[in-house]
């Protein structure tokens, strides 16, 4: 499929060239209810000849929410568009740090989603964690 360069105001349809991907279609043949059936269509810039290319650009797909998560936490959880750091080596050094705990926060709600009913010394925080 070859997609054409949105019209933008002041530059026109067609101002920027146009970007050549691949279609992948991927649906869920058997749900247990008909009305959650997952339904996708990929757009990508793979070669996809065979079905298991098809299939490796679904997986790939399918693990973007993670990524997804982890820029909420370091932008509305952690606040990272609000620093006003001064330097680009303040700002790595403060991304990076929110970088480790954005991970943590992810990773402790994954645990309580999967168990909902388990104790804080099984949930995955430290004595010093859930004690603090």
Same mark, same amino acid.
């Given at each position: 499929?070859?997609?054409?360069?949105?019209?933008?105001?002041?530059?026109?349809?067609?101002?920027?060239?146009?970007?050549?991907?691949?279609?992948?279609?991927?649906?869920?043949? %058997?749900?247990?209810?008909? !009305?959650?059936?997952?339904?996708?269509?990929?757009?990508?810039?793979?070669?996809? %000849?065979?079905? %298991?290319?098809?299939?490796?650009?679904?997986?790939?797909?399918?693990?973007?929410?993670?990524?997804?998560?982890?820029?909420?936490?370091?932008?509305?959880? /952690?606040?990272?568009?609000?620093?006003?750091? *001064?330097?680009?080596?303040?700002?790595?050094?403060?991304?990076?740090?929110? !970088?480790?705990?954005?991970?943590? /926060?992810? *990773?402790?709600?994954?645990?309580?989603?999967?168990?909902?009913?388990?104790?804080?010394?099984?949930?995955?925080?430290?004595?010093?964690?859930?004690? !603090?």
């Amino acid at each position: 499929m070859t997609l054409s360069a949105p019209w933008r105001p002041g530059y026109g349809r067609g101002s920027k060239a146009s970007m050549t991907c691949t279609v992948v279609r991927v649906w869920e043949a %058997a749900a247990p209810d008909v !009305g959650d059936r997952l339904a996708w269509i990929l757009l990508c810039d793979a070669d996809v %000849a065979h079905c %298991a290319q098809a299939r490796e650009c679904a997986l790939q797909y399918s693990t973007r929410w993670i990524i997804e998560e982890y820029h909420k936490a370091i932008k509305t959880g /952690l606040g990272a568009e609000r620093l006003q750091l *001064e330097s680009a080596e303040r700002l790595f050094a403060a991304i990076a740090i929110m !970088g480790v705990v954005a991970l943590r /926060l992810i *990773e402790l709600r994954e645990r309580w989603r999967m168990h909902p009913e388990a104790e804080a010394a099984q949930a995955g925080l430290s004595r010093l964690e859930w004690e !603090g």
